[in-house]
């Protein structure tokens, strides 16, 4: 009965932290030089709540293999599809995904830097970072916070709540929370809330005297929740 309730708290905590924004990519078949280089199959971009993103490559995928053929996530700034074929990935604002495969199913997933404005990208390239040349590109549209709820202000705020350290032993530490209304709640295996505080008013708390073991920490601002597992040694 432990393991079944387990198991379902964990799965309620995966799908709270990862709620997401997906999108389709169209439009490939941008290779001026040679078409067997152009993507076919189908490839989608997500944006995830704890400021990540997601290149997800479905079974179908596939492309002419070469050397060094790496994913980018990028902005366009505008430019067209037909002048970014011609522009290299270094003077383009871009994210790596990493080294692809050439066929079949892979998965990429980024953190966004702190300073990056996500909604500005649309693009995602394939690229030969060895002899810096282009192989193909999609488009998406870009995240914003009219058809993304993870970029809405309320979801942003308690995105970058986050707690210290983890595994912990005596107290955790909770950052990015100073004028937030926000409300704690700490759950053991079994379900049973073991620590509850409706505003923060420390941003320290006293774990030492709970159970070592696994836990739920359930984070509330403004209506809306993320849950985090903690790991109390």
Not at 61 to 78: E, H, K, Q
Request: proline share 2%.
């Amino acid at each position: 009965m432990k393991k079944r309730l387990l198991t379902l708290l964990f799965t309620a905590f995966i799908f709270q932290i990862h709620s997401q924004c997906s999108e389709n990519l169209s439009g490939f078949g941008n290779n001026p030089d040679n078409s067997s280089y152009n993507i076919t199959g189908d490839v989608s971009i997500t944006l995830n709540t704890n400021n990540t993103v997601t290149l997800d490559l479905a079974s179908n995928f596939s492309t002419t293999s070469g050397p060094d053929v790496r994913a980018y996530l990028v902005d366009s700034n505008g430019i067209s599809d037909a002048t970014l074929a011609t522009t290299l990935i270094a003077n383009l604002n871009h994210l790596e995904f990493g080294l692809i495969k050439f066929s079949g199913q892979q998965t990429f997933t980024i953190d966004v830097p702190q300073e990056t404005d996500i909604t500005k990208f649309d693009k995602v390239f394939f690229y030969c970072l060895e002899y810096d040349h282009f192989w193909d590109l999609g488009t998406f549209t870009s995240f914003t916070s009219s058809n993304c709820s993870v970029l809405d202000i309320e979801t942003f705020n308690l995105n970058k709540i986050s707690f210290f350290p983890n595994p912990a032993k005596n107290k955790i530490q909770f950052s990015n929370i100073d004028g937030l209304s926000a409300e704690i709640r700490i759950f053991n295996v079994l379900g049973k809330q073991v620590f509850h505080q409706s505003k923060i008013t420390e941003k320290n708390i006293d774990i030492s005297s709970f159970n070592k073991g696994i836990y739920l920490v359930k984070i509330d601002v403004d209506g809306k929740s993320k849950t985090k597992k903690l790991v109390i040694n």
